[in-house]
């Protein structure tokens, strides 16, 4: 087919497509004029242009089209589920351990018929793994009746504090024995700041020690700040000393200086910084930390919480 017949053959469509644009506009036209009587003219004009456009306004239309099904997203639906494949979902879930039902420790230490033997076994296995929630089911054995229970927790709690005292006692001396302004004394500074934390972290210590404690923080957490400035632990940390002090404004600062020192801090500066933002009373950044953070679905505690900002 030469380039001739071809112009010929487009010109004869487009001259069927003019002639039978004019009919159906002419035709629909003449349904319309007992609704549009002193305007049957125009709404046949109106209706040639429209039919006449359809080819040009497809192009466009088919350009939109292909764009937004490139884009479009839609959230997917299970339904009918029989086997779950954990490798679909984007988070990692947490690989949770359990010995024999933590949920039933409190019971479990709390009940005078509990025997002393099964007490004692609960404890044992808070023990292999202490953490703050811990510590707390600890801290109960020694309200019970029972003097071996009683006597167990007490020494649970006795050697976590002597081991954390003797790494602190060990920390002090290396710092003391290193060369004031270098990186060695930095890093002991820190991990002195990391072990006075842990103390008040279990609570271990009694109240009136928790003033000196905080200051012991912050006192060797700016010294290891000041050479390990781009340390996002150390910052952190500071953080929740300066949130323990109610200063809010200088803790909402480290806490966003940790974020972008680590983006994998996120997920724990989150919370301290939702919780900054809502007693400043600026509720807007709250939600948009709550819905750019992964995982916080992942702690029970805040889950209820996360929902709740991220549906508001």
């Given at each position: ?7 010929s ?48 306004i ?35 879930f ?17 009940n ?121 632990k ?41 919780e900054?933002y ?28 996360v ?6």
């Open positions: 087919m030469n380039f001739s017949s071809l112009e053959n487009f010109f004869i469509l487009l001259l069927l497509h003019i002639i039978i644009s004019f009919i159906l506009s002419y035709i629909y036209g003449s349904y319309l004029k007992e609704r549009f009587r002193d305007k049957k003219q125009n709404i046949v004009f109106f209706l040639f242009i429209f039919n006449i456009s359809l080819p040009v497809g192009y466009f239309a088919t350009g939109i089209i292909t764009y937004y099904l490139l884009k479009v997203q839609h959230e997917q639906h299970l339904k009918n589920v029989e086997f779950l494949d954990l490798n679909l979902f984007e988070t990692n947490v690989q949770v351990h359990r010995h024999f039902g933590e949920g039933l420790i409190q019971t479990i230490l709390l005078e018929y509990v025997p002393t033997e099964k007490k004692i076994m609960a404890l044992v296995a808070i023990s292999e793994n202490v953490s703050k929630h811990n510590i707390n089911i600890v801290k109960m054995g020694l309200t019970t009746h029972d003097d071996e229970v009683r006597l167990y927790a007490f020494s649970i709690l006795d050697s976590l504090e002597k081991d954390i005292n003797s790494n602190i006692s060990h920390n002090l001396s290396e710092y003391k024995n290193s060369k004031d302004g270098s990186q060695e004394q930095a890093l002991f500074a820190k991990e002195l700041a990391l072990l006075y934390w842990e103390l008040i972290y279990y609570k271990l210590s009694e109240d009136t020690l928790l003033d000196y404690l905080l200051q012991e923080v912050k006192h060797y957490a700016l010294i290891a700040q000041q050479l390990l400035k781009e340390d996002a150390v910052s952190f940390l500071l953080g929740r000393v300066y949130m323990k002090e109610k200063k809010y404004d200088k803790a909402l600062h480290k806490f966003i200086l940790t974020t972008k020192l680590d983006e994998k801090m996120l997920p724990f500066t989150a919370p301290y910084m939702c900054l809502f007693i400043k009373r600026n509720f807007t950044p709250v939600k948009a930390i709550m819905n750019s953070t992964k995982n916080l679905e992942l702690n029970t505690t805040l889950y209820p919480i929902e709740q900002w991220r549906n508001s």
